[in-house]
């Protein structure tokens, strides 16, 4: 159980990275 708590918090951690860095270009 705690592979799987150690791979979804990676998952929303690239996702956030890329938001900002999504909203950089845009602005």
């Known amino acids: ?3 799987t708590h150690t ?3 990676l998952l ?3 996702f956030f ?3 900002p860095a999504l909203d ?3 602005s």
């Open 7 to 9: 791979g979804f918090r």
């Open 17 to 19: 990275d890329r938001n």
């Open 24 to 26: 950089v270009p845009r």
């Open 12 to 14: 929303p951690a690239a």
């Open 1 to 3: 159980m705690p592979t």
